[in-house]
């Protein structure tokens, strides 16, 4: 999509969401215990990231990988993301982008970001809007929420309450990394703002918190209030060093999902990383099994990235995995077989 150009027009968009809800299903996201429902039956995510609109058009003349996926957002990307199985999608916003105060504010921006839920719901895919802040927006923030975060939200929170198949993760990888009683103190008044931000709009979508150290620990958090029960938590199970084993899996996030509904909200394991191991393939064998007996969905970074799929278009995998960056090992196809099995 280039530009404004792509857009359908913000009414006409929301009229055609409203009416492919109808025709298939309301498409209704709710949290019961620690559980996610969709129309009322339980519902575990299968879905993919999506970049392409994590900035403002005119931020992204440095970055054209991301210029590129933003070009590509519509039906046609739409439409692979259903045929590789998925029924969600993680699309990444840019808090600066959206705040009025930012010197990168572009006016234009909120409709977009808008449009592109529209034309996602009409596709019958629930949506996962994330608040971003980091280099990819055009301004990088400061890894917590601050006054920009709650201005951007002001922004959507109000058009967005139309339609609870929109899931609302509020804040990405908050940069807390230690399991401190005076971090986690930080995170809880952080997050609860933001939660309380949300519900005094009247909105009364499922919202998600990430976990301290980038979203990587649930475990031991302390508690957050939501006067709807409408809250879940996002985790993303990337295969660090610090959660790489059952063991870290069951402190950090697993036993967590025992009594609090828990998605995994980003992950991939790549050639491309610092932290690669030619163990991966069977490391993912045992990561998805692991968050299938812990009903834990999944969204895959990134699929309008190298990342899902390869730059020829054919989805990465672990055929003679190397870890090599340039080889583009990773667990796109993983994924699209688990996702097709589940």
């Known amino acids: 999509m280039a530009g404004r150009k792509w857009m359908i ?21 709710t949290v019961e215990g620690n559980r996610f429902y969709r129309d009322g039956k339980p519902w575990v995510a299968e879905g993919v990231v999506l970049v392409g609109m994590v900035a403002p058009e005119a931020t992204l003349a440095d970055k054209p990988a991301y210029a590129s996926a933003r070009e590509r957002y519509g039906p046609k990307l739409l439409d692979a993301i259903i045929d590789y199985g998925a029924d969600a999608v993680r699309i990444a916003v ?14 234009g921006y909120r409709d977009e970001v808008l449009d592109a839920v529209a034309q996602a719901r009409a596709k019958g895919l629930a949506v996962l809007l994330l608040m971003q802040w980091q280099g990819a927006t055009g301004l990088r923030g400061t890894g917590m929420p601050t006054d920009t975060t709650r201005r951007a ?8 309450s ?16 230690d399991r401190t009683p005076e971090n986690w103190a930080i995170w809880q008044a952080d997050m609860q703002s933001l939660i309380d931000q949300v519900r005094a709009s009247g909105a009364q979508n499922v919202v998600l918190v990430d976990g301290l150290r980038g979203g ?16 879940g ?41 610092g932290y690669c191991r030619k163990t991966f393939p069977q490391e993912v064998d045992k990561l998805l099994k692991y968050l299938n007996q812990r009903h834990i969905g999944l969204f895959i ?32 196809e993983a994924v699209h077989e688990y996702f097709l099995a589940h």
């Open 162 to 177: 139309k339609d609870r198949g929109v899931l609302l993760e509020l804040f990405n990888e908050p940069t807390l990394k």
């Open 216 to 231: 990587h620990y649930l475990g031991g958090s302390p508690p957050l209030h939501d006067p709807t029960g409408q809250l």
């Open 9 to 29: 027009g913000i009414t006409a968009a929301l009229a055609l969401a409203t009416s492919a809800a109808a025709a298939l299903a309301t498409g209704e996201v």
């Open 301 to 332: 970074w990134a699929f309008d990235l190298p990342g899902v799929r390869r730059a020829n278009g054919t989805l990465s995998s672990y055929d003679d995995f190397s870890c090599d960056p340039k080889s583009g090992g990773g667990a796109g």
């Open 233 to 273: 938590y996002a985790v993303h199970p990337f295969l660090v060093a610090v959660n790489k084993t059952r063991r870290q899996w069951d402190e950090n996030f697993g036993d967590f999902a025992r009594d609090h509904p828990v998605m995994g909200t980003s992950f991939n394991a790549r050639s491309a990383n």
């Open 153 to 160: 939200w002001a922004e959507l929170i109000g058009p967005l």
């Open 94 to 107: 840019s808090q600066s982008g959206l705040d009025p105060q930012s010197p990168i504010h572009d006016p």
